[in-house]
């Protein structure tokens, strides 16, 4: 069955996936679903967009003409965020960059601020700020109503 997916030759962005990036991510996203619509994009040009927003910041219907639509882009954001997807990609990258410091995948020990553990021992921030008054426990309040 012949497959048809857009492609452009464009100009690229400085947000554009390298030859390198693009060879680490490809294994990591979802496959095409059997039996549903094939896909328009290439998903190449998918995260190009979406690494566009990121870096040049905007809403997704300022899209440049030559990405994939603003809507298809938006879809696969939030259909890889609702199933994981983006997750699992931090997660396997963290665990990459790990690997290559020669450390353990997996951090043996958490760090804990001194605030926190301040808040925790007080009971947390209620404790901290104090019980709040009415306007009608206010001195002010009192004061005007008596007519100081």
């Not at 450390?103 to 804990?112: E, K």
Request: net charge positive; hydrophobic share 30%; charged share 30%.
């Amino acid at each position: 069955m012949l497959r048809r997916v857009v492609t452009t030759s464009r100009k690229p962005y400085p947000s554009d996936l390298s030859d390198a990036e693009w060879k680490i991510l490809e294994p990591l996203l979802p496959p095409e679903k059997p039996g549903g619509r094939h896909r328009r994009y290439a998903l190449r040009e998918i995260i190009n967009g979406i690494e566009y927003l990121i870096r040049a910041g905007g809403a997704w219907r300022s899209l440049p003409h030559d990405l994939p639509h603003w809507q298809s882009v938006y879809h696969y954001f939030r259909s890889w965020k609702r199933d994981g997807t983006w997750r699992r990609i931090h997660d396997h990258l963290h665990e990459e960059v790990r690997r290559q410091m020669g450390r353990d995948v997996q951090p043996s020990a958490a760090v804990i601020d001194s605030q926190s553990v301040k808040t925790t021992e007080k009971g947390g921030s209620t404790v901290m700020t104090g019980r709040r008054r009415s306007a009608g426990e206010s001195d002010t309040f009192s004061s005007i109503r008596r007519g100081f």
